[in-house]
């Protein structure tokens, strides 16, 4: 079935924008999409370089069975990201980073600031090959109003790709916070029981950085993505930047989705409807 699914993969031509285009090339064809490949260069008169650059690895996505094509935007690299995608119509996009150093080195930590904001979903990866199916999404549960919004964005996701979602919290010893968590957990079991997605439970046994012990946990259930929802929009608490920024960026190269909680878009987006592809 056809789609307009379209995914954006920004490319400095480096092994981690390799990385990037093959997890394209597997999520688009999961969704029957295509892939737009964008390079940004600092002036117009770099345009057509760029554009033949670009041509044999549009080229190499073509011959894999997947629509492709180039995309050049002058100016700064930050910054065309979000233009491109909006006037694209672009559903999700995918970056490469070396990691927390890398990702402030190279694209600045203005970066972190468009991935957690975005309203376009981004997958962050890092070198880790492409694996060959999605199995396991890692789903960090919190106490936060945006919880249910996450399960429905999550649960689609997991029908689409195939995945077990595995639903993994903090450890609590306030009565009080132990009694809420313990129901949104509840929550999620009966929402994706009732949805038909396969699921997990784990609860940290650890106290202290929520966000360590959720990638050792990832990397335990052998996980292929970290699903989280940005919460950096209504906080000013570096704990939180720091939190996701640690798991975006995460040692294990293990790719994180990042989805800021827009309702309308996510009403609009294939990847998180429950229709039959």
Known sequence: METN???????????????????GKKLATIMSGQIIVLHIVEKEAQVQEALAKLKPVVDAIR???VKAEAKVAVGDFIKQIPVVAESMDVQLIIMGTH????IQHLIGSYAMKII???????????????PESYKNIVFPIDLSAETKLKLQMT?????????????????EDDPFTVKQLEANIAYAKKYFAQEKVPFEVAISTEDGDFAKHCIHYAVSVDADIIAIINLNYRTLNPMFKQNEEELITNEAQIPVLTVNPSKDFTEKNPMYS???L
């Open 5 to 23: 699914y379209k995914i954006l993969i920004p490319t400095d031509f480096s092994s981690v924008a390799t990385t990037a285009i093959n997890h």
């Open 63 to 65: 011959e894999s069975g």
């Open 99 to 102: 990691g927390r150093r890398g």
């Open 116 to 130: 957690t904001a975005s309203e376009i979903p981004f997958i962050v990866v890092q070198d880790k090959r492409a």
């Open 155 to 171: 649960a689609a996701m997991a029908k689409h790709l195939g995945s077990t979602v595995h639903i993994f919290a903090n450890r």
């Open 274 to 276: 429950f229709q039959t």
